[in-house]
């Protein structure tokens, strides 16, 4: 089971909602070999690099099938005969092609029993219908692992700021307790020098906390809107 893909032809089926900043689509597409042969497949459009989409295909089959892919030039990987019960209960080789498209990457998924034996719109059409929901398992589990990732870099910006900000405050205590003691006992012209410049790094702490706060809300909503995508990714049936 060799068979190569070259290009894509787009056909009429399609299912999927396009999300501002994240697109959500599975569509039927025929995909053709090398010999011309016209393939039926099912397409998920993904907002993300062919590089990131092949990985998580990768981490998809190894987690779901403790399978590795096979990779086959530069725009295909393979998962040799897998099993899917909620497809078939014959072993497959699934396929799937990668391509830059529309700012994103559409990746292709084709399922084949046999050598020159593919699901499709005329034979094992049952079959076909229901790997619509696997690729559809793929779509979620893709969106999941970006936008988990994404969250978990951002939360951490966030704590890192606020650490940045903790840090000031003590800062800025400490040189008002120093600030406090020199006037006590008496400012000298070297105390008077030694204040000054306290009160210009308070000023400084000041000014980065103000900063950090402006980054910390702007992060804050850059988190809410990855959670919102993430749940729609979750929900996408």
């Given amino acids: 089971m060799k068979t190569k893909y070259l290009f894509l ?3 009429s089926m ?21 010999e011309s042969a016209a393939l039926d497949s ?41 099993l899917i019960p909620e ?3 014959l072993r497959l080789d699934q396929r799937a092609l990668f ?3 529309s700012g994103g990457t559409a990746i292709s998924f084709t399922f084949s029993p046999g050598y020159d034996i593919h699901f499709g719109q005329e034979v094992y059409k049952a079959e076909f219908e229901k790997a619509q929901s696997f690729v559809k398992n793929f779509v979620r589990y893709h969106y999941k692992k970006f936008y988990n990732d994404q969250i978990e870099s951002l939360q951490s910006d966030i704590k890192s700021r606020q650490s940045d900000i903790e840090s000031n405050g003590r800062k800025t205590d400490k040189n008002n307790k120093s600030i406090t003691s020199n006037k006590s006992e008496g400012e000298t012209d070297k105390t008077k ?12 702490y000041t000014a980065d ?14 988190l809410a809107k990855a959670n919102e995508s993430l749940r729609r990714a979750l929900d996408f049936k």
């Fill in 99 to 101: 391509a830059s498209e």
């Fill in 9 to 11: 032809t787009v056909i």
């Fill in 42 to 82: 099912w397409t998920a459009r993904l907002d993300q690099s062919v590089d990131f989409t092949m990985e998580t295909y990768g981490d998809f089959v190894k987690e779901l099938f403790k399978a590795k892919v096979d990779k086959r030039g530069k725009s295909m990987l393979v998962a040799e005969k897998i």
């Fill in 209 to 222: 906390t103000a900063a950090k706060r402006r980054q910390i809300a702007d992060l804050e909503d850059q």
């Fill in 193 to 204: 020098s030694k204040n000054e410049k306290m009160l210009r790094e308070n000023d400084s």
């Fill in 14 to 34: 399609l299912y999927g909602l396009t999300l501002k900043g994240q697109t959500l689509i599975v569509e039927q597409r025929q995909v053709k070999s090398e």
């Fill in 87 to 89: 497809i078939s209960n």
